[in-house]
């Protein structure tokens, strides 16, 4: 059996056992997710949450163009994802919490001009988490944590009342 025959037997298994997001996973990695740099672990978890992200957006009825990206970059900013971060933090493992550090430690270049250097640490954490749970293929795990992240927090529920009365 060749490599490419191996690879293909690889990913029937994994979708079969993984659940329907291990059917976007084409080509695993060369290296277990462990070795991964977590500077590529957040590279792919950048476009996984984003992914994660237009798919929630586009589950509500306004779909114009423009009202998607507006409400997508509230989301996927470096400053969005700090806080999204720090409201995982009480629900992340000890594993989870490991990869969250690696990914806040690592050296990934210079952030963008318009983001605070902090914020974009912690954003790389997220998304370097991300990552890591994907090639997991714990894709019931991204489900949970994603549904926290979107959950209105008990603040946003206050001043919702608060508004109505």
Request: glycine share 6%; charged share 30%; hydrophobic share 35%.
């Amino acid at each position: 059996m060749n490599s490419h025959e191996r690879e293909k037997e690889s990913m029937e298994e994994a979708v079969q056992g993984e659940g329907a997001g291990a059917a976007l996973l084409f080509h695993r990695p060369a290296k277990k997710t462990q070795l991964i740099n977590p500077v590529v672990l957040a590279y792919v978890g950048d476009s996984v949450f984003e992914l994660l992200v237009r798919q929630y957006l586009v589950s509500f009825p306004n779909h114009k163009s423009h009202h998607l990206h507006r409400e997508a970059t509230k989301i996927v900013s470096a400053k969005a994802q700090r806080k999204l971060l720090e409201k995982w933090q009480p629900m992340l493992t000890e594993e989870e919490a490991d990869i969250v550090r690696r990914g806040r430690n690592t050296k990934s270049g210079a952030p963008p001009k318009n983001a605070d250097p902090a914020d974009y640490r912690q954003a790389t954490a997220l998304e370097c988490l991300v990552g890591y749970l994907y090639y997991e293929g714990r894709v019931d795990r991204l489900h949970e944590l994603f549904e926290a992240a979107v959950a209105p927090s008990m603040e946003e529920q206050q001043d919702e009342k608060e508004g109505q009365a």
